[in-house]
């Protein structure tokens, strides 16, 4: 038996997710969708330019109703210093998009109670 070191490309970090009203009730084409939470993208990469920001429309689902969700991978190699700093950052943005959001569509399209 000898002792190798396997090396892989694998990211490690911590991914935040955010569920936001389902867009396709709403009657949304995934492009519309994308321009609602483009804003959001923009924001959230000013804060923290070397975070990986990832959307999925429908992706989420509780008690059978499904939600679109916002994923923020924070790598561990960029953001160990200042992990909460930036995600209390980033929080404030998506919850203001998913604010809007229901505003738009109302309370009642993101029921995950």
Wanted: charged share 35%; with cysteine; hydrophobic share 35%.
């Amino acid at each position: 038996m000898q002792i190798q070191e396997k090396k892989e490309n694998k990211k490690r970090g911590v991914m935040a997710l955010y569920a936001l009203p389902d867009t396709r009730k709403l009657g949304l084409t995934e492009a519309q969708a994308y321009a609602v939470v483009w804003d959001t993208f923009q924001k959230i990469q000013k804060q923290a330019p070397r975070v990986e920001v990832y959307y999925g429309q429908d992706t989420g689902e509780k008690r059978q109703k499904g939600f679109d969700e916002i994923g923020v991978l924070l790598p561990i190699h960029g953001f160990e210093k200042r992990m909460l700093h930036h995600l209390d950052e980033i929080d404030g943005i998506v919850l203001s998009c998913r604010e809007k959001m229901m505003k738009k569509a109302g309370a009642e399209s993101l029921d995950l109670e």
